[in-house]
Nanobody, 124 residues
């Protein structure tokens, strides 16, 4: 079992930055891939970024490529999402997810555990 808790969300102006953190508990953290997803009001959940267990492989949604960076620290059981050059369309609840398989995945349905989410609001 893996328990995930996100933090770092908040209100930021256009062009600003935020760093989300996801603290995981459970002995399987370091061996599984992690991902970030988001859901805006009235929209479906969408993939943002994913990282494999060794940090060698990352994938990003086209909408965040070049602005967001996913990373992980297995010693701290934490995955991060550095978000720069934020836009109003980045406003959403951001969810951290963990899967038992080592390969990174963009498919939300392939993840086994989810956090409660953290709100990110970008004001113009």
């Amino acid at each position: 079992q893996v328990h995930l808790v996100e933090s770092g969300g908040g209100l930021v102006q256009v062009g600003g930055s935020l760093r989300l953190s996801c603290a995981a508990s459970g002995r399987t953290f370091s061996s599984g891939a992690m991902g970030w997803f988001r859901q805006a009001p009235g929209k479906e959940r969408e993939f943002v970024a994913t990282i494999n267990w060794s940090s060698r492989t990352t994938y990003y949604a086209d909408s965040v490529k070049g602005r967001f960076t996913i990373s992980r620290d297995n010693a701290k059981n934490t995955v991060y999402l550095q978000m720069n050059s934020l836009k109003p369309e980045d406003t959403a609840v951001y969810y951290c997810a963990a899967r038992q398989r080592v390969r990174a995945s963009q498919a939300g349905e392939s993840y086994d555990y989810w956090g409660q989410g953290t709100q990110v609001t970008v004001s113009s």
